[in-house]
C-alpha cells in the first residue's frame, strides 16, 4: 500500500522535543510522523509544515526559519532515505531509488512581511504548498474560526459560525496569482467560506484543502460545506481527511475512530465523487485519542475501506492518486 499525507505539524513537535537536547531523532521519536513510521506505513509523500502562531511572536519569520533549519536537517541527515520534492518528477525519481518524498508546505501564508519577493524567496527554499491563512485574519484573507475572538481554541471551534463575508484581499489575490506562477499548491484549509469562494472564483489550476473533512457529517466551521465540496471536485482538487475528532465527530470524547473517517469518505464520494478525497491527517498538531495513531498504522484505514466496500482501485485514489494528479498539474 501507498500513501500521501497532505499535512502534518512534526516538524514543530521536533522543534520542542529538542530544546534542551543537542540532536532530534528524526527516525524514532514518540511523535506519530518519523522516518522508521512513515516507512512501515508505505508512505509515497509526507507533506511537512512550516506552521508559525503569528500572535506568539515578535517576529513571527524567525521561527519559520527555524523549522526550516530542522526540516533542512532532516533531509541532510538522512539523504539515504528521504528526498524533497521541487518538481513532480521528483516523487517519481525518489520512488525509483527508494526514498521518501518530503514536500515542504507553510501553514499560515502571511510571513512574507506583505511583500512577494518573500513568496518568491520561499519558493525558492522549496516550499511548494501554502495554507493561506491559519486562524487568525491576516493580509491575504480571513479564517472560518479566528483565535482573537476566543481565549480557547475548542470554544473557537465550537462557537464560530463560518466566515461567509471576509474573504481574500487584493493582496492575496495576488499572491495566489504568483504561487500559480511559480508552480507553488493554493491550500484553503481554515480560510474563510469567502475566501475559499474567492479562490474558486481567482484561481486558474486545483487547489487543496489540505487538512478538512465534510461539514455536513461534523458541523465545524473547518470543514467544508457540500457546495464547497462540489465545487473543489469540479476544479479538479482534493481534500485531505483530517484525523482530529473535532472535525470527525460531534460526540465530545476526543475519540478519532475510523469509522468516524469513512463516514466522510462515504459522503464525499456520494456528494462529489470520489476523485475529490484524499488523506491530511494533521498529525502531531491533535491532540485527539486517534484509532490510527500514527503513520504506521496506515494501513489499517486502507483494510477498513476494503472491508467497507471499497474497490482497490477507489483505495489507491483517495491514498495517494488523487493527490498525485493534483500535485502533477500544479507543480512545475
Known amino acids: 500500500m501507498k500513501y500521501i499525507d497532505m499535512h502534518c505539524d512534526t516538524i514543530l513537535g521536533w522543534l520542542e522535543q529538542e530544546e534542551g537536547r543537542e540532536e532530534v531523532d528524526f527516525a524514532q521519536s514518540d511523535l506519530s510522523v518519523d522516518l522508521d513510521k512513515l516507512k512501515r506505513g508505505g508512505c509515497l509523500v509526507q507533506n511537512f509544515a512550516l506552521f508559525t502562531d503569528r500572535k506568539k511572536y515578535a517576529v513571527p519569520?524567525?521561527?519559520?526559519?527555524?523549522l526550516y533549519d530542522l526540516y533542512c536537517r532532516m533531509i541532510e541527515q538522512n539523504e539515504d532515505r528521504i528526498a524533497p520534492v521541487l518538481r513532480f518528477s521528483d516523487i517519481e525519481k525518489n520512488e525509483k531509488e527508494g526514498k521518501l518524498s518530503a514536500l515542504l508546505t507553510l501553514e499560515e501564508g502571511d510571513v512574507v512581511?506583505?511583500?512577494?519577493?518573500?513568496?518568491r524567496n520561499y519558493y525558492r527554499m522549496g516550499v511548494r504548498?501554502?495554507?493561506?491563512?491559519?486562524?487568525?485574519?491576516?493580509?491575504?484573507?480571513?479564517?472560518?474560526?479566528?483565535?482573537?475572538?476566543?481565549?480557547?481554541?475548542k470554544a473557537a471551534d465550537v462557537l464560530q459560525k463560518p466566515n461567509e463575508k471576509d474573504g481574500l484581499s487584493e493582496f492575496g489575490k495576488q499572491y495566489i496569482a504568483l504561487m500559480e506562477e511559480?508552480?507553488?499548491?493554493?491550500?484553503?484549509?481554515?480560510?474563510?467560506?469567502?475566501?475559499?469562494w474567492d479562490v474558486v472564483r481567482y484561481s486558474t489550476k486545483p487547489f487543496v484543502a489540505s487538512?478538512?473533512?465534510?461539514?455536513?457529517?461534523?458541523?465545524?466551521?473547518?470543514?467544508?460545506?457540500?457546495?464547497?465540496i462540489r465545487a473543489l471536485a469540479r476544479k479538479g482538487g482534493v481534500m485531505g481527511l483530517n484525523f482530529c475528532a473535532d472535525f470527525l465527530n460531534e460526540r465530545g470524547d476526543e475519540r478519532s475512530m475510523i469509522e468516524d473517517m469513512i463516514a466522510h469518505i462515504d459522503h464525499i464520494r456520494d456528494i462529489a465523487g470520489i476523485d475529490v478525497i484524499g488523506i491530511g491527517t494533521d498529525f502531531d498538531g491533535i491532540l485527539s485519542d486517534v484509532e490510527v495513531r500514527d503513520a504506521s498504522m496506515m494501513p489499517a484505514l486502507a483494510r477498513a475501506l476494503q472491508e467497507h466496500g471499497y474497490t482497490e482501485e477507489e483505495i489507491d485514489s483517495i491514498m495517494y492518486k488523487n493527490v498525485l494528479r493534483v500535485y502533477k498539474k500544479g507543480l512545475k
Not at 61 to 66: A, V
Not at 182 to 196: N, Y
Not at 215 to 227: E, P
Open 182 to 196: 511559480l508552480g507553488m499548491i493554493v491550500d484553503v484549509s481554515h480560510l474563510s467560506d469567502a475566501g475559499f
Open 129 to 153: 504548498m501554502i495554507a493561506l491563512t491559519w486562524n487568525y485574519p491576516n493580509a491575504i484573507g480571513h479564517p472560518n474560526v479566528s483565535m482573537s475572538d476566543f481565549s480557547h481554541y
Open 211 to 228: 487538512h478538512s473533512n465534510a461539514r455536513a457529517v461534523c458541523c465545524a466551521a473547518r470543514n467544508l460545506s457540500d457546495d464547497m
Open 113 to 119: 512581511f506583505n511583500d512577494l519577493a518573500m513568496l
Open 61 to 66: 519569520e524567525k521561527q519559520t526559519m527555524k
